[in-house]
């Protein structure tokens, strides 16, 4: 069905002291998996990145009570390590994935901050594989509104950095409040699409109510701003719950409203899709919705190290249980995100 190559971050670990730059060069991602006897490209549009000293003590131990034991006793160093230019390059390589989007938001209160600044730096150290989106400043919006869309503006000058990443539940904002219309408003000018967390979140503090994650409240603003893309992340998944309701309308949206993009998240993770169910029901819904051109793929990150691995292989599972042809598997693990970012198909060798 599918197949990889040894490049495998288990047998790597051993000898990460001494050896581990060389082989994770060496490790060639490219070639790395068949999908119907046919090699497939990767590009993860979303990858969390976080830093340990930016984030509230319970998102640390909310963090550090997802790795293994006894790695929970050395959280700090382990999610550091992960979250570096490096670890992320192995995950990645360790998955098959040939390039990442970074996905950061502003969230001091929930799940941590990380700089614009600190993304760039894991995209220079990222042997040109990585690109980023740019988290906004959204606290006291009525006074510091012009500020933050000032910054926004000089982040999206950068090349590397492709779209903005938004999680209202972390950041405490209302989607359906058309004072943060703004923010889609600069996204259009930049051609730069707009990555909205959906669903609820398992973050100590985070806001659950439907304004901060319901699809739906979303609608008002995709609806007023045609000229911005807008992704659904996570596609209204309650991963609290590990039910799937806001899926229908988030399918019913990206029929109505060309702007609308879906995808997963961490739908398909080893930790909110254990068995694959979700994501293969998910896959086969927006294959009857005739969606598939507006899907994306997007791991969530690797925390633990192994999970990117581990949702691509759920993810591929689930694409064969809903009978995806090779081309719509590869319309959903690169093209799409291709034809939305402006990116160059990745040249084989």
Known sequence: MF???????????PLQLFALPFLTTACNIK?????????LRFTDVHIDVRQWENMPSAAQTHMASQLPFPDVFDAEDILNELYSSEGIIREMNAAGIDRGILFSTHSPAISGVIATETILERIENGEERLWGLASVNTDLWA??????ISTLEANLSHDAILGVALSP???RFRMDDPIYWSIYE??????APVFVQTGSSTFTGAFQGSAYTSPNALE???????DTSFVLSGLGFDRIEASHNGLGDCLRMARDYDNVWLEAGSIGSPRFDPDGVVIEQT????????LIDRFLFGTGGSVPSGSADATVD???????????TYDEALSVFSANAESLFGLSPSVWP
């Open 283 to 290: 896959a086969k819904l927006i294959k009857e919705a005739e």
């Open 31 to 39: 070639d790395t998996i068949n999908y119907r006897n046919t090699l």
């Open 186 to 191: 600069k996204a259009a000018e930049f051609n």
């Open 143 to 148: 006074v510091n509104e012009t500020q933050a």
């Open 169 to 171: 539940s972390h950041q």
């Open 220 to 226: 008002f603003a995709i609806e007023a701003n045609p």
């Open 314 to 324: 759920s993810v591929i599972e689930a694409f064969m249980g809903a009978d995806y």
């Open 3 to 13: 197949d990889k190559n040894p490049c495998d971050i288990n047998l790597l670990m």
